[in-house]
Each structure stands twice: as structure tokens, then as C-alpha cells.
């Protein structure tokens, strides 16, 4: 397979190759033609906010975004705004309703801002529609296509967890900025002088949190029906603190472009992370988005320039000689990831870098990773207590522990 196969049309675009990827995500060669349903990538991560104008604002203000493209009144959308953003490779698009009577503002009304739509790009919609279809799938949206004056999209969706669905996407007959409808646009949004020109690069994983006892319906959803693979399980201690507790596997299409971590609620004394998630955002859904990133040093300060906060990190997490001991020599001294907060891991394969914000709307539930990695495919295993800790200061604070 040639790198022009390899690499698809936002990473071209975005000026990354092959090598770039293999450490930014983790990607491994795969042939899609054993695939039952070929999954090639990413297409969009789609939001559904409550004021799609200030969150496009907040995404370029604060993450570095770039507004391509636009739908909205202006062009004969009288149902919502669409802003579609982009960094690197990695697309959000962000919708809100225009119209109260929209189904987006019910859907803001039951879940608060979050992500309705994990569109994925594949080479052959009805191939993977047909093959979903078989395996029991619920089919939201038939095949259609769609086009304009910059050619054809072929789509489809099917539902997966909570009212969250996946788009199947194939743009290869269309050359406009995002799809039928929308308009290119560009921001009069200014970065600071000596910005840098995107913060991340990719999107990672998307992690999904389901209900007590439905992890593993998902898990065989996933492998079922759309022929992922299982990479990981956490289950027990290496999940856990003394309060509360969750149970985890993560799933992954053939490459490994596309990972999705799988979270449900175990017992514990308090109140779960996870839990708290499920009532907030009535049901399940979407949790957070890892972004991944070739400077999580830089990024993080850009951020938190921004006014992006950040889960602290004790400075006992930093002082432990057996940490210290376990992720050997990183790219940067301890102190200045300790400064930021900013977590190690190590595995076999190599280490990686993460750190996480907190909840970034209103309600307790979406927020976001970010993550640099150096050979490890992991998830960082070594750093879930730690995490968890923290997450649980934040719930105790907002009175939901």
C-alpha cells in the first residue's frame, strides 16, 4: 500500500506523514479489504451545543482551531448553525439550534453541550451499511448522496450508545470545504503574535461512558458489527481508589486511527466519575476527546494562556521513587511536568505524555485529553489513580461525590 493510500485527505492536507502518525496516534498498517466494514477514519467529531456561535469562538480562542466552513440562515439553513473547525487533521463542527422547534434543542435540552455525532470516514458506505444491517444494527440514515457544484458525498448513520450515532462518510467524489450545504468561511479571529499554528494534531480516542452492565454489549457492538478489535481491559485495582471505582476496555478499527475506550460504573463507596457522567448527561454518551499533540509542554501553556483549566497533579504523584523509576528518562525534565501537571507512563512499547481539563461546559460531563505519545500504544495505565484522585477533588467540590 503506497503512503498516498495510507495517508487520507485531511492528513495530507494538514502536511503530516506517515511517521508523524505512527507516533502522534499510534497507527499500524492494516488491509482493508479483509475488513467487513472498513473503517478508514475520522471524518468529524459533531457537536450539539446550546450557542453554536460562542463555542466555534471558544474552540478557535482556546484550542487553536481554524474555521473552514460555515451553515447557517445566511445560506438557507433555517434550522441551525454549523461551524466546522479543524486542527491538523483532526474536524469538529459545531451545530446549535436556530430554530426552538429544532431536534438539536431538544437534544441540548436533554444532555447539555456535547457530541451527538462520531462521523467516521470509510471507503464503501453501503458495504458497511449492509454488513450492519446483518449484524442486527440500527440504521438512523439509508445511503444517500448528497452533492453541490464540488461534486458527491455518500452517507449513511447508525445508532450506537445513548442517542449517539456514527456517520459513515465517503467524501472521495467531493472537493468542497466540508459537505453539500456549507459554505468555506473564514474567522476574523486573531491569534496572539508568535501563536503557534495549531496546538494539536489529530484526534486520538473518544471515550464512551455506557451504563452498569452494558460495557461488554458495546464491546461485542463494536466488534460485531463494525469489526474492531479489542486493545485493552482495566479492570479492579488498576482502576480504582479508595471511593470509587469504573471498568474499561477499549476497542480499535484495524489501524488504530480510531480508538474507543468503552467506561462503565463498578461499585464503590461514593459516587463514580462515570456515574456522575450518566446523570448529568441523562444517559450515556461521549466523555472525552484525547487530542494528540507533538508538544503537550507548549499546548498546555498555550492553553492555560487561554484560560483552559487543567486537573492538578499532587506533587507527591512527582516525588515517588517508584515513578521515577518506572518511566526512566522523557523528553522533559520532571519539573517542568510537574509544573503543568502534566502525567507520565511507560510501557513496553515506549511512554507517553497526558493531561486532562476539566469539564469544559456547564454540566460535569464532556472534557477534553491531551496526549503526546513516544512508541506507547497504552492509555496510561500507570496514571488512572492518580487521575481518578483528581477527578474526584473536582466532584467533591461541585457536591457530586
Known sequence: MSLDQILNDEERLAELDLDQLKQLVGLV???DSTDPFPVSGWDALVWTVGNAVQTAHFFQSAFGMELVAYSGPENGNRHHHAYVLTSGAARFVIQGAYDPASPLADHHRTHGDGIADIALTVPDVDRCIEHARRQGATIVEEPHDVSDEHGTVRRAA???YGD??????DRSRYSGPYLPGFVEKRSTFVKRPGAAKRLFQAVDHVVGNVELGNMDQWVDFYNR????????EFIGEDIATDYSALMSKVVANGNHRVKFPLNEPALGKKKSQIDEYLEFYCGPGAQHVALATNDIIATVDAMTAEGVEFLSTPDSY???PELRGRIGTVRAPIEELQRRGILVDRDEDGYLLQIFTKPTGDRPTVFFELIE???????GKGNFKALFEAIEREQERRGNF
Open 164 to 169: 449517539t450515532i456514527h456517520s459513515l462518510v
Open 158 to 160: 447508525i445508532a450506537a
Open 225 to 232: 458489527v463494525m469489526g474492531f478489535t479489542n486493545m485493552a
Open 318 to 320: 512527582y516525588e515517588d
Open 29 to 31: 498498517e492494516h488491509d
Open 373 to 379: 505519545r513516544h512508541g506507547s500504544l497504552g492509555f
